[in-house]
């Protein structure tokens, strides 16, 4: 998930630094893309759909059986 915004320093010396550097070039306003980062856009695409696409994938009773095997491995007792 990317976000619209770059995000920003929560201190407010932090956040005038920050508008400082972007106003006068020295940091860029935005995140690279994964082009500009020299990463391939098929593999960026791929690594997007993540757990959605593998729940998608399984049959509801698969679902259930590793929600079942989670719950019993958080609760069960040291």
């Known amino acids: ?24 070039g020295q940091k860029p306003d935005r995140d690279p893309t994964p ?11 791929l690594g997007k759909k993540g757990g959605k696409a593998r729940a998608d994938a399984m049959t509801p009773e698969r679902r259930a059986q590793i929600a079942r095997k989670a719950a019993e491995k958080r609760w069960k007792r040291p």
């Open 1 to 24: 998930m990317t976000d619209k915004h770059p995000k920003r320093p929560r201190d407010p010396n932090q956040l005038a630094k920050s508008i400082i550097d972007i106003a006068t």
């Open 35 to 45: 082009e500009e980062e020299g990463k391939d856009t098929a593999a960026v695409a």
